[in-house]
């Protein structure tokens, strides 16, 4: 009796194993690799620059997951699959705020996953059509969109040596003598009726901190509001700033300016501040 049931045993154990190995084989992914999104835009859109960290995929309506760029991973579906990716950003250039950039169209293709193979797909992307340029400075042209709001001696101005790219970028040197420096977009903005989504793009480098915000008036009194602090960068760097939420705190903004500025500290050891910019972009829906 129990040599059967010993027999028993060891049949109910290779069908087991059987049974586990196919389940194994069943479960062997595809694989899909994305090097990196490319932004496409037109004359009327600007620079082509963008930050774009990570891909947000989904096969054939099913999500599968945020990926920093640039990315390998396994996908369970194979056979002709329908892939959507869009492109995700550091919102105010922050890890922790990882999001779906807004303006981007979505990138879909069609491709046939095989299982253990790897599918490479080079996604290009441009600005979605409904897309609002309210104000773009790419220092190109002849004058400047921003001007001083306070009456120092440092000034925004164009050069044509370290430039992020074209002929010029922006330059402001914070001479010694001045403690404050502060410039402003020269037209207003209207904000948007339906707190649809707003962003300020740029590329900058600095060499100490600096703070950019908001102008507005009410009837009794001119205000501003900090909307982020940026820490010095030494290379040229690309970043979407978040407008949307200060909107949505400030109701009573109508229409208004961006302000830059920066302070000098007591204990502000940079001898010189220096501060370069390019490709500003403010966009709505």
Known sequence: M????KKIFILFYIILLYS??????EKIPSYINIEKIELQTSHYQGTASENITDA??????????????PAEFPVMETGEQKIVIKAGIKKNGISASRTIYPFYEAYEIEK??????ITK????????EETIFDWMEDFESAGISLDTVNSNSSLMEKIDSSVFEGQYSGFTRIKIEDSLFQFKTINKFE??????ETYLE????????FVIGLIYETETSI????VIYLNKKENWNKIYINLTQTFESYTEIKTYNLFFAYAKGEEDEIIEPKFYWDNFKLLHF
């Open 20 to 25: 586990c190995e196919i389940d194994e084989k």
């Open 121 to 128: 797909i080079s996604p290009k992307i441009s600005y979605k």
């Open 2 to 5: 129990r040599f059967f049931e």
């Open 202 to 209: 740029m590329n900058y480098k600095n060499n100490t901190e």
């Open 56 to 69: 947000w995929v989904s096969v054939n309506g099913n999500f599968i997951g945020v990926f920093e760029l």
């Open 223 to 226: 205000k501003t509001i900090p």
């Open 112 to 117: 046939v996953l095989e299982t253990s193979k």
């Open 191 to 196: 904000k948007p009726t339906n707190y649809s």
